[in-house]
């Protein structure tokens, strides 16, 4: 049982480049969520995702779009990468809103 | 006001002894708070779900305080394998973070 599993686990992309992070779990979990980590800061919630179907922004939501592609997975993508988007990422999963969430290994991104 | 608020620490305290933190947060409507811990350079974990009515697993006792919008962790004979950083957080249909308080537990 894999849990919550993200990939690449590391990236370096030029300012300007694009890609998507990728997020999969597999515990028939309804809720998904991306985070970003600054270094000594709490975890910032980018968007989240209720149920299959829908997404939400949270906190930290400009120059990210979301994908909820089916209830397994749920990408996140930056389309247009700056420096300031250099950080830890982390996805998530939770039965439901109100439930724990269970957290992949991260994504360490660096954007120069 | 943040949402959740966090006092940072550093907390740094001797093996076997009792340390607290507490989260204030700013939505009353909140409905479902946890405390997680992390290590470094790692993701966070599940520590426990708070309860209304409070909730002790072993040397870690969780509390919440609705009339005063905050919770806290209650951490007895801290050992060297507490350290790490605590994070509340407090659920309202969106999951949001507290910035963590650091923790090192020394010999």
């Known amino acids: 049982n894999a849990g919550v599993t993200q990939t690449p686990k590391f990236q370096v992309l030029k300012t300007g480049q694009s890609m998507t992070l990728q997020c999969a779990q597999d515990m028939n979990h309804n809720s998904m969520y991306w985070y970003r980590q600054d270094p000594g800061m709490g975890l910032r919630l980018i968007y989240y995702s209720a149920s299959e179907g829908t997404t939400d922004k949270g906190e930290v939501p400009n120059g990210y779009n979301v994908s909820r592609l089916n209830k397994r997975e749920f990408s996140l993508r930056l389309e247009s990468a700056a420096p300031s988007q250099t950080s830890v990422y982390f996805c998530a999963s939770s039965g439901s809103l109100l439930t724990e969430a269970f957290f992949g290994q991260g994504t360490r991104l660096t954007v120069v | ?107």
């Not at chain 2, 340390?19 to 479902?32: E, G, H, L, P, R």
């Not at chain 2, 919440?64 to 806290?72: E, G, P, V, W």
């Open chain 2, 1 to 107: 006001r943040k949402e959740v608020e966090q006092d940072p620490g550093p907390f740094n305290v001797p093996e076997g002894a009792t340390v607290a933190f507490n989260c204030t947060y700013s939505n009353s409507a909140s409905q479902s708070f946890f405390w997680y811990r992390q290590d470094c350079r790692k993701e966070p974990k599940l520590l426990m779900s708070v309860y209304s009515s409070g909730n002790e697993d072993g040397r870690f006792t969780a509390q919440l305080n609705r009339a005063s919008q905050y919770i806290s962790l209650l951490i007895r004979d801290s050992k060297l394998s507490d350290s790490a950083t605590y994070l509340c957080v407090v659920n309202d249909n969106d999951m949001r973070f507290g910035a963590g308080t650091r923790l090192t537990v020394k010999p």
